[in-house]
């Protein structure tokens, strides 16, 4: 089987997915079915942890077939998303945490200092951190040496839909990369999801590309075909890129040559 492993926990699908932009919990939940996800994220501040008589989202995220993934996502400084870390683990959520440090409104481009700042302080308090980061390889290297237990650099900026914007540098990160790459933010459609896949990503984490389709549990379904599709491409060796044509089939060997 096909798996990958992040800390203790050991994973088939390559798909991960998150909770928010759908026009209901119930397509939420359909879409989840259809991803074939066996992770989801879900933001600490959306979560109702305060009072649990009153409905949440975590009423739509069955956790026995789930790993749950909280993050920390609207936070712009490494305390506060240190802070809201330790909220969705001291309201029982998990100690696994995909941080992000947020460093511009517009762009919602990371804050690479401040996750560093982050990751450090985090992996000491026993977390496993899963940073959102930029397709920086040596960023994504210092936080590989500050603990992470995976690396998430961006596509492109989150829900931009843009797709993989640069190539080379993902193909450099899962060259040297000692823990899983996932591709996290910015893929607009299947395609995408395979590109990420046939780079050699251990798995890719998206939302909105699924939430925000016109069918969002079709498209659950066409981003886990694209996932397991690059993922047995990269697994089966691409033909190398030449200038020109190479026939199909050579012409050593035909009759009356």
């Not at 870390?85 to 511009?104: F, P, Q, T």
């Not at 940073?131 to 960023?139: A, C, F, L």
């Not at 900026?157 to 996932?182: D, K, M, Y």
Request: hydrophobic share 45%.
């Amino acid at each position: 089987m096909d798996s990958f492993k992040i800390a203790d926990k050991t994973f088939t699908s390559r798909l991960i997915v998150g909770t928010g932009k759908y026009s209901s919990n119930a397509v939420m939940v359909k879409a989840h079915e259809a991803s074939g996800a066996e992770m989801i994220t879900v933001a600490v501040r959306r979560v109702n942890i305060s009072d649990r008589t009153k409905e949440s989202l975590l009423d739509y995220i069955d956790t026995s077939k789930y790993v749950l993934l909280p993050n920390t996502a609207g936070c712009y400084t490494a305390d506060e998303a240190i802070r809201t870390a330790r909220l969705g683990r001291e309201a029982g959520l998990s100690n696994w945490v995909k941080l992000e440090v947020i460093g511009d409104e517009k762009t919602l481009f990371p804050d690479n200092a401040a996750l560093l700042e982050a990751t450090h302080a985090l992996v000491r308090e026993g977390f496993v951190v899963l940073p959102y980061t930029s397709d920086d390889p040596i960023v994504c290297r210092k936080l590989e040496d500050a603990g992470a237990a995976a690396i998430m650099p961006l596509g492109a900026p989150i829900g931009s839909g843009l797709g993989i914007q640069n190539v080379n540098n993902l193909r450099i990160i899962r060259e040297f990369a000692r823990v899983p790459l996932i591709v996290d933010a910015g893929v607009g459609t299947a395609s995408d999801a395979a590109l990420a896949m046939e780079l050699g990503a251990d798995a890719v984490l998206m939302n909105t590309a699924i939430a925000g389709a016109q069918d969002p549990v079709a498209m659950a379904e066409a981003m886990n075909l694209a996932v397991r599709a690059g993922r047995l491409a990269y697994r089966a060796g691409r033909i190398p890129r030449k200038m020109y044509a190479n026939a199909s089939s050579p012409v050593e060997g035909l009759v009356g040559r």
